[in-house]
């Protein structure tokens, strides 16, 4: 039995964990290095807008994916700046982060409102009616392609390389690793940016692909359900990764839940994944019972006293 | 390579918030400036008129404090949850359930005397407020669950909350291409003061005063700065911080919640989509800006409810109104900048040995 409603809502599921994936992986990386960044929805929405733009202007796919990660990296460094070098509170500086890409993103994406585009992310292999997992899998885009390859390249390059072993570090114990000569600012600022890069290849998907149009407030909150995901996958790339097909599948379900014969509100559906991203936050918590995996100096400014 | 090292001052200007607010203003006025400039307006022209039309008047000016009040309250009650080093980020949502509460309240009951019934109706809003960050606050306090993402989301369930309902059970039939609930009767309408200003400001002063009693003069606001300070220092104090963080939160809740059921007795009169227009966000940025000090609040408050009402008003002559939002965020980072110049000096090594 071949069920195309099933592969319908396995597509979906795909495509809705890339999107939140990808920026919940470039989170993770800028934790890792003890940088909570809590402006990930505005990043995205900074490389949604901008990624869009380029698209619609130039009609080259390349530059608007370069474009859209680029300028998300460069907003994410206001961030780096004001965190690292400045040593202010992350905490508020990330918020901030979020309104302030927000509102620039609406700004400059006004006149874009409703526009077309003429050239969209396509499938790899264009199959109309995907019948088995291979199919569907086959049938998505480059970018979730590279989603899987930047999963394994950041799992490999944290855990085996020195660089990754220095952002630990830092990310774990700031003293010893200063003590040791690692130049902390600058491995920080790097994992900022490359959070903000990642958050950027997340909107361009957004509005390349996901959507694909360009309207305020479009990000709704994903940015914030990445940042849920990386405490979901206690800091490590393939549970996040497994934790992104989970809110995924929850984000595909909702609006299928009528086709499957349960009477539900459109009102209740929409709200059902972030209900659900409280819950399964809150039960993860408590089986870890609050030992998450967090590195330990997540949010604390490094400052040597100079004696 | 390191000539030079930072030293952290020994001494903290006591105004330096406040210069460093000046200075960010001034940055995110130069960075507005830049932005209109290059939308090819002149700035000069448009800060003016944003400046007629936000307080020039009587009219205007009632406008902008009445803008002032949801920031203002939401902005209290996200300082007071600081006392105990948490955040809420979502005062949004709970002006939204304030709203709600109120409506659940009116729609319910019925008195004769007004007066009682708006107070009647403000409490409810409060408490509207504070159950909507019951659950984070809860467990937040028993498991640890990280408030900063539970009060965010529950923006979004609320939002949805309020979208269901207004199209659904309380939706007015008369109202028929902008959902949104019935109206509430006149005669529980927030009476005004001075020309359009709602007697809400009022309400917003007592609760400034209030707030600041809580945080700063109460034994409460005592016990809470040391369970926020730390852990080991409130044990042997004997206060139990989860307690305080309980409560704060609840009262941080209850004001946002407050701010809500104002804004629908003085502005919407009715439960719809338009009870906040991000109030709930920009609060955050006008409570980290005072350092989270309640008079502070209210002044900074004030001034954004005038930006928030001449970013409006310039959408007239073709200017994004997301200009007063660019400028508010910021206003923050430059504010932040600015406080790294007051708590740091950068000393040539040797200087200080």
Redesign the interface.
């Known amino acids: 039995m071949i069920d195309i409603q099933l592969m319908g809502l396995l597509n979906a599921t795909l495509q809705a964990a890339t999107l939140l994936f990808i920026a919940a992986l470039g989170e993770l990386i800028t934790e890792k290095s003890g940088i909570l960044n ?1 402006g990930v929805e505005g990043m995205i929405s900074v490389g949604a807008v901008s990624g869009f733009i380029t698209a619609i202007n130039t009609e080259s796919l390349f530059l608007a994916v370069l474009v859209g990660v680029l300028s998300a990296s460069a907003f994410s460094s ?1 961030h780096a700046f ?1 965190t690292v070098v ?4 992350q ?3 990330g ?2 982060l979020t ?2 890409g927000l ?2 993103s ?2 400059i994406g ?1 006149p874009y409102v409703g526009k077309k585009l003429e050239v969209k992310l396509e499938s790899l292999i264009d199959i109309a009616e995907p019948s088995n997992i291979f199919q569907v899998l086959l049938s998505q885009n480059l970018i979730f392609y590279i989603a899987i390859l930047l999963m394994i390249f950041t799992a490999y390059i944290l855990k085996k390389t020195m660089f990754g072993r220095r952002i630990e570090a830092i990310g774990e114990d700031l003293k010893s690793a200063d003590s040791m000569g690692l130049k902390i600012a600058k491995t920080q600022f790097i994992a900022t940016c490359v959070g903000g890069a990642f958050a950027g290849l997340s909107g361009v998907y957004l509005t390349l692909s996901y959507v694909p149009y360009w309207t305020d407030g479009m990000t ?2 994903r940015g ?2 990445a ?2 995901l990386v ?1 979901f996958g206690g800091w490590k790339p393939y549970r996040t990764a497994f934790g992104a097909l989970l809110f995924g599948f929850l984000e595909a379900l909702g609006p299928r839940l009528q086709t499957y014969g349960f009477e539900m ?1 459109p ?2 559906v ?2 059902t994944p ?2 659900i ?2 819950l399964v ?2 039960f993860l ?2 089986i870890k019972n ?1 030992n998450t995996g967090a590195p330990k100096n997540i949010g604390i400014p490094f ?4 004696r | 390579m390191n000539k030079y ?4 001052k020994l001494y903290r200007n006591e105004l330096a918030t406040f210069y460093s607010f000046l200075i960010g203003f001034l940055i995110a006025l130069a960075v507005g400036s830049l ?1 209109l400039f290059i939308q090819e307006k002149n700035p000069f022209e448009v800060f003016s008129l944003m400046l007629k039309l936000s307080i020039g008047s009587v009219n205007s000016l009632s406008n902008s404090l009445n803008k002032a009040i949801p920031l203002i309250l939401a902005g209290l009650g996200i300082s007071i949850i600081n006392s105990v080093k948490l ?1 809420n ?1 979502g005062a949004e949502g709970q002006i939204f359930m304030g709203a709600i509460a109120l409506n659940f309240v009116y729609i319910n009951t019925s008195i004769n005397n007004s007066q009682i019934y708006i107070l009647l109706l403000l409490v409810s809003g409060f408490l509207g407020g504070a159950f909507c960050i019951l ?1 984070p606050a809860i ?1 937040k306090v028993l ?4 408030e ?3 009060t ?6 609320v939002f ?2 309020t ?2 309902l207004i ?2 059970a309380w939706k007015d039939p008369a109202s028929l291409n902008f959902p949104a609930a019935a109206y509430v009767s006149e005669s529980v309408y927030l009476p005004t003061v001075l020309g359009k200003l709602s007697s809400g400001f009022l309400i917003c002063i007592l609760f400034t005063l209030i707030a600041y009693y809580i945080k700063d003069k109460s034994v409460f606001g005592y016990e809470m700065r040391i369970a926020g300070g730390s852990e080991l220092t409130a044990i042997y104090a004997g206060i139990s911080a989860k307690q305080k963080a309980f409560f704060a939160m609840l009262i941080g809740g209850g004001f946002a919640g407050l701010a809500g059921a104002i804004e629908l007795l003085s502005q919407t009169h009715r439960v719809s989509t338009g009870i906040s227009q991000g109030f709930g ?2 609060a ?2 006008v409570a ?1 800006i005072t350092g989270m000090r309640p008079i502070g609040i209210f002044l900074v408050g004030c001034l954004f409810g005038a930006l928030t009402i001449g970013g409006s008003v310039i959408q007239t002559i073709g200017v ?1 109104s ?2 007063a ?2 400028i ?3 206003t ?2 430059g504010a ?2 600015a ?2 110049f007051f708590s ?1 000096e950068i ?1 040539k090594k040797g200087e ?1 040995d």
């Open positions: 809590l206001i004001v400045l040593k202010q509170d905490t508020v500086s918020l901030i309104i302030l509102s620039l609406s700004l006004k709704s909150g914030w359900i940042l849920a405490i509100s009102y209740i929409k709200i972030y209900i991203t409280i936050l809150v918590t408590i609050g400052f040597r006293e100079n | 090292i930072l030293s952290k932005i955040w980020i659950f467990t498991f640890g669950v990280n900063i993402i539970t965010l989301l529950t923006n979004y369930i949805g909350l979208i269901y199209n659904g966000y920009t955050i940025i980290a994004s997301y200009i939002e660019i508010q965020a910021t923050l980072f932040l900048v406080q790294f740091y000393l200080n």
